[in-house]
């Protein structure tokens, strides 16, 4: 079973067997809503299903609105009917990917966990690392259709925790809490702020931009580096005490998958992130 990352080889080889690992091809561009469709057109993985963002992984019609954030969670009666729907069987090793540096795959990987799905990996490197080992892709439409799955998923308790904006702001201060934002710097430190009509970051959060786990070659770095470069950062303070948010709960998981890589655990996620905290009333915001 793989349960964090696996490598282009590896998927390879578990393709070929019996019973082969489910594919979903995440990828997607924010500021582009058509682009992940095309990406997927131009070229995927072998019997890859494309899971959309925005029509898939989010409920744009959540009641909550922006209160939820800009990709609110769906319902996990709603997920599961998808998943279904799409082909995926209880119990079916999942492997997920996108060419945007895990951006976007990161984000189906932990709502599988969220459902309680243990076997769901990140392929290391995304459709670049796959295309580097000589493998092939395919294009247009998915050749062979998939059959809907024989019976529902059963949606188990969550593998992961989640915080949401009122208990957040409730423990602002708490020495017990550690918040790790992943937008990147300039966006942290509120010089700018392309998506949300706030900038800034919530008070007192350390900031690790998401591609700071990856490698030159795109792949995430070595557990034990990664492990460092986190312990470095918390200075001290308990793994188990993070936190992780980003814009709309989106890029905050590269940072929680890089911590699990490193073996300090499945921490926390913050789903609403930033356009849900900016967006509330009485909510701080800081800038530096």
């Not at 996990?76 to 090793?93: H, I, P, R, S, Y």
Request: net charge negative; charged share 15%.
């Amino acid at each position: 079973m793989y349960t964090t990352l696996i490598s282009a080889s590896d998927l390879q080889a578990l393709l070929q067997k019996e019973n082969p690992p489910f594919l979903f091809d995440c990828s997607f561009d924010l500021t582009d809503a058509r682009a992940g469709a095309d990406q997927f057109q131009q070229g995927h993985l072998p019997g890859a299903v494309h899971a959309d963002l925005d029509l898939n992984l989010s409920d744009k019609q959540h009641p909550d609105g922006l209160l939820a954030g800009r990709h609110p969670l769906p319902e996990k009666a709603t997920f599961a009917a998808w998943l279904g729907a799409a082909g995926l069987n209880e119990g079916q090793q999942v492997v997920v990917y996108d060419r945007q540096g895990a951006n976007y795959c990161g984000r189906l990987w932990w709502m599988l966990k969220w459902c309680g799905v243990e076997a769901v990996a990140v392929l290391d490197g995304g459709l670049q690392a796959w295309q580097a080992a000589g493998f092939a892709l395919e294009t247009g439409a998915v050749q062979a259709a998939h059959p809907a799955a024989t019976a529902p998923l059963v949606m188990r308790g969550s593998l992961v925790p989640t915080v949401d904006t009122a208990t957040l702001l409730g423990r602002l201060g708490d020495t017990g809490l550690t918040v790790i934002d992943a937008r990147a710097t300039p966006r942290f430190r509120g010089e700018i702020e392309p998506l949300d009509p706030v900038a800034g970051h919530i008070p007192g959060a350390l900031n690790r931009p998401f591609a700071a786990n990856m490698a030159p070659d795109g792949k995430f770095k070595s557990a034990a580096q990664l492990r460092q470069e986190f312990e470095t950062l918390l200075a001290g303070r308990d793994p188990s005490s993070v936190v992780h948010h980003c814009g709309s709960g989106v890029s905050a998981l590269p940072n929680l998958l890089a911590m699990a890589v490193a073996g300090m655990g499945l921490t926390a996620l913050y789903p609403g992130s930033w356009s849900a905290w900016c967006n509330t009333p009485g909510t701080p915001r800081a800038r530096s």
